[in-house]
């Protein structure tokens, strides 16, 4: 089984690296090909992946490249992980939509928008070449904003599925607090990627007993505390939000502390820039504790059980993946990217069926999707005035006067980036 990680110079693949290593038995690789165009840190990474894999005996091949063509040839599955622009334009990001006092963040608003802008073009292009060297590859999509790249994808012809940390992350913690394997925890999970909510925690799979109302009442300060949130809002609704949806139930609490602090960009550029130095010593073997704090906890475990059900393998047989609505969520159109359980196996990704989503979920994911209609729009075919449309659409703008503002700044940003700026 060959596998090949489109950008696999990120300082996070020897995350992805000890999940394949830990994780054999259930992804048999036989060979991994990391490619990303930056020779110079894919060696550093390549380096301390191929020691990982020695140390935990994994007779795997791992080759680096930055011939993405020779990288994919052949390959069973291409993950993309890849970061257009890198740090310095999520930088970018997560500061100029400060300027007109909106939230700046990588994945949604204004931020998000321009992330968009940049790599839809590029995943695009990857994956023709993909399906040219071998039109029967699975791509799975880790690169933000998911839901927007794998819609991309999938309205191509592309055989796709969207992949996020989030509910692996949810599921990991419950099953912690409530003291049982996480395979045990089966989470009704709805909405659009990084705009999801949690409406069950179910004990055994799909069918069993819902506990969530148990979980609130124990330790819903806990939650409430790593989620940034009141706990009222949780007591209210009777979910667990995203972590995400702090952006718009607090949004003017986040721009202050955003304004306050340097950027998580910032942040993370120090990060890699210790780690990169890390990867360099040959004495090195595993994946160094600083990594946990890079983000992503739990990728390489979703995209291990992702791969292997795509592949036939031992994969698990439900899955919280991005794919086509379909009729799901009755209230979006069938070609809607959402994020919600699947069943998973060889012929792709079907979502489960869902009870009726509340009113006040279902308007924001309604809202948030024709932001992402006129967001593709205007990543296949730009122009100021789609990117206009976008930011005016989306709820964390929604106002005439900033929606001008950000529309110069996202351009004015990002022009190195747009072909048709």
Not at 6 to 18: A, F, K, Q, R
Not at 41 to 69: S, Y
Not at 388 to 396: V, Y
Request: with cysteine; aromatic share 6%; proline share 5%.
């Amino acid at each position: 089984m060959k596998l090949a990680v489109v950008g696999g110079g990120s300082t996070y693949t020897p995350e992805l690296i000890d999940g394949f290593a830990r994780l054999r038995d259930t992804l048999p690789i036989t060979e991994l090909v990391l490619v990303d165009p930056a020779a110079e840190r894919l060696e550093l990474v390549g380096g301390l992946a191929r020691r990982i894999f020695a140390k935990q005996e994994h007779a795997g091949k791992i080759v680096t490249t930055t011939d993405l063509d020779a990288g994919v040839e052949g390959a069973d599955a291409v993950l993309l992980q890849l970061r257009v622009g890198g740090q310095a334009a999520r930088n970018q990001d997560e500061t100029w939509p400060l300027e007109c006092g909106c939230v700046g963040q990588e994945t949604t608003g204004a931020g998000g928008l321009a992330k968009a802008l940049r790599t839809v073009p590029v995943v695009l292009d990857i994956a023709e070449r993909v399906r040219r060297s071998n039109p029967d590859a699975w791509i799975i999509d880790f690169t933000n904003p998911v839901g927007i790249v794998t819609r991309a994808l999938l309205q191509a012809g592309h055989k796709a599925v969207g992949l996020c940390n989030v509910a692996i992350g949810f599921q990991r913690k419950f099953a912690k607090l409530l003291d049982v394997a996480p395979s045990e925890i089966h989470l009704d999970h709805i909405g659009l990627n990084h705009l999801t909510w949690e409406t069950g925690v179910r004990i055994g799979g799909p069918e069993g007993e819902d506990v969530l109302p148990r979980l609130l009442a124990e330790h819903g300060d806990t939650i409430a505390g790593d989620l940034h949130l009141p706990r009222l809002v949780m007591d209210r609704f009777g979910v667990v939000p995203s972590y995400y949806l702090r952006y718009f139930y607090a949004h003017d609490e986040v721009v202050r502390e955003l304004g306050t602090k340097p950027s998580r960009a910032a942040e993370v550029a120090a990060m890699e820039k210790e780690l990169l130095e890390m990867y360099g010593d040959p004495a090195l073997d595993e994946k160094p504790a600083l990594l946990g704090k890079r983000g992503g906890a739990f990728y390489s475990e979703a995209a291990v059980d992702l791969a292997a059900s795509l592949l036939g393998g031992g994969g698990s047989p439900y899955q919280v993946v991005n794919t086509y609505n379909n009729g799901t969520l009755p209230f979006l159109p069938d070609d809607a990217v959402i994020e919600t359980q699947a069943a998973v196996g060889s012929a792709g990704a079907v979502p489960l069926p869902v009870a009726p989503v509340d009113p006040l979920y279902a308007g924001l994911i309604a809202n948030v999707t024709a932001y992402e209609d006129l967001a593709l729009d205007a990543a296949l075919r730009g122009g100021r005035d789609r990117v206009f449309k976008a930011l005016l659409a989306h709820p964390l703008v929604g106002q005439y006067a900033y929606a001008e503002g950000l529309t110069d700044r996202l351009i004015a940003h990002n022009r190195e980036h747009l072909a048709w700026a």
